[in-house]
């Protein structure tokens, strides 16, 4: 068995092994979708497989579409070249369920793969001809956050970046710089509406990539590059939208169990590839069963109906909403209390958390008791169902095979966000005590015992990447098991309202939050002892 349009031909004995094969007609719609597109999706990377491409693939088996989607891909260009063409731009999704068992599905959706290369011509040049079409809806991202950014760490412009504002929309080598002159091409062809709709895992991701795009518009058009009406095209909300969006679903790294899975199915070619930029890619990827994505309803174009897929589409404020709900309290949080903590315990696996009876009881206090009562209920979403599924469906999924110490990244950008913001409810609130909150200090105490980099065995491990360890370790760095003084050492990262997102003295929470860490360094096994105390 091949993964191909010419292995697929033999649908009985793929539908033998439990496969769910594309039910319409492929080639009909890749020839619908070349002459009039209607949507083209940035980064063809795991999520966007496992979700957007099923979401498609679910509305054409019905017949409720006639186009499918195009993606290009402009950060690695061999993931199209050695894993999309070869495969003639099938793959494999794998559903791992909590349950245990899992879901093959044969994903045909994407009907045509493009590589952002400005000076490939050929490549290009199908892009801009992409671009010119009226039928063309919606561009849609999932390139990472990073993706959207002009400048490095020092707030200096990248390299390729500053070169692209200086030669104009032309021949561009930055990625945005490239889509600013897609787009441009779509302005000099009659000013077409169109929706560019970023589907990034970060808040406001329609701003970030509207902030991109315009400033090389601005800088074109200073320039002399660009006509000035070039930037009132972008700016011109009946012509050009950035609509926000929220996504969530877990897509780890292709399993080997899964490619074992699929090797017993005797399928050919399943190896999977590691490009020169270290992109691991394969023609298979697994994915957990939840997921939502719930976009703003802006579309000067009109769009695809994909609600009937199960996207969601709504006003910006409720987008907000459920952004704000998952990241502040129904997600995010519980699994950076897992991160941390499990790191201390020697986790490995944040699905065997969930059968530890004590962290369990901590998420679940954190979520339920503190959290969800300053959670703003969005309408489309409800809090809580949304929590009880993380808990009981989600984080306990022995099939995902992510672990604390991958969470554990840049923990110190996450506090002010995940907890800091339940913090700063209860403080606004007229309703709520700020010594109701027992187990949020208690993650606060347990990320500053983490920065020892010392187990709760006593072992040393290697604390995950974070921009700030070289400024936050050393202040923990003198304090030893059973330490007791310790309170003016620590006074420094307390009152940090750039990690915290409060100083934690103003609070009121400080002193609880001392009070665990002295607790939690009392020696081997303080850690265990201080959440069978507590929890």
């Not at 033998?16 to 619908?32: I, N, S």
């Amino acid at each position: 068995m091949e993964l191909s349009t010419l292995g697929l031909k033999d649908r009985a004995q793929w539908e033998a092994k439990g496969y769910q094969l594309p039910q319409f007609d492929r080639a009909a719609v890749t020839e619908a979708t070349r002459e009039n597109p209607c949507w083209i999706h940035f980064g063809a990377g795991n999520i966007f497989r496992a979700f957007q491409a099923n979401v498609m693939q679910n509305i054409l088996n019905r017949g409720e579409m006639e186009t499918g989607l195009i993606v290009a891909e402009g950060f690695d260009y061999e993931i199209i070249e050695k894993m999309n063409r070869p495969h003639d731009d099938y793959s494999i999704l794998v559903t791992l369920k909590a349950d245990g068992s899992v879901e093959k599905t044969v994903v045909g959706s994407v009907v045509e793969s493009c590589i952002l290369d400005s000076e490939n011509e050929g490549e290009y040049g199908r892009l801009k001809e992409i671009f010119c079409k009226q039928s063309l809806q919606m561009v849609s991202f999932t390139i990472t956050e990073k993706g959207y950014s002009l400048a490095n760490g020092k707030g200096e412009l990248l390299p390729a970046v500053a070169a692209d504002f200086a030669a104009g929309p032309e021949k561009p080598a930055s990625y945005i710089g490239k889509v600013a002159s897609l787009l441009y091409t779509r302005f000099k062809n009659g000013q077409l509406p169109i929706a560019m709709v970023s589907m990034d895992n970060c808040s406001y991701n329609g701003d970030k990539l509207y902030a991109a795009i315009h400033t090389f518009a601005e800088k074109w058009a200073e320039n002399g590059l660009a006509e000035k009406d070039f930037v009132n095209y972008i700016n011109d909300r009946e012509k050009v939208s950035f609509p926000w969006s929220m996504i969530d679903k877990i897509t780890p790294r292709p399993d080997a169990s899964v490619e074992e899975i699929l090797k017993k199915d005797e399928i050919d070619g399943l190896d999977p590839v590691v490009t020169s930029k270290n992109t691991y890619v394969a023609p298979f990827v697994n994915a957990e069963e939840c997921e939502y994505l719930v976009i703003e309803d802006w579309f000067p174009n009109g769009r695809p109906e994909l609600e009937k897929g199960g996207i969601m589409f709504t006003d910006r404020a409720t987008v907000d909403k459920v952004e704000k709900m998952k990241v502040c309290t129904c997600l995010n949080p519980l699994h950076t209390a897992l991160a941390v903590f499990g790191c201390l315990l020697g986790y490995t696996k944040i699905s065997d958390e969930m059968k530890d009876a004590e962290l369990r009881k901590m998420v679940e206090r954190i979520g339920y008791t503190e959290g969800l009562p300053v959670v703003v209920d969005p309408g489309i979403l409800d809090p809580k169902e949304f929590i009880d599924t993380v808990l009981n469906v989600r984080i306990p999924n022995p099939f995902m095979p992510d672990t604390p110490q991958r969470i554990a990244t840049d923990t110190s950008q996450k506090l002010a966000i995940r907890f800091g913001e339940t913090v700063k409810n209860y403080l606004a609130s007229k309703d709520k005590d700020i010594k109701n909150l027992k187990l949020i200090p208690l993650v606060f105490a347990g990320w500053l015992r983490y920065l020892m980099a010392v187990d709760d065995n006593g072992e040393k491990f290697e604390l995950s990447p974070d921009p700030l360890l070289e400024t936050v370790c050393p202040v923990v760095a003198g304090i030893k098991f059973g330490d007791t003084d310790v309170e003016e050492m620590i006074r420094p990262l307390l009152t940090n309202r750039a990690i915290f997102g409060v100083d934690l003295y103003e609070a009121g929470l400080a002193g609880l939050t001392v009070q665990y860490f002295k607790e939690l360094i009392a020696g081997a096994g303080a850690v265990r002892a201080t959440l069978k105390k507590y929890v």
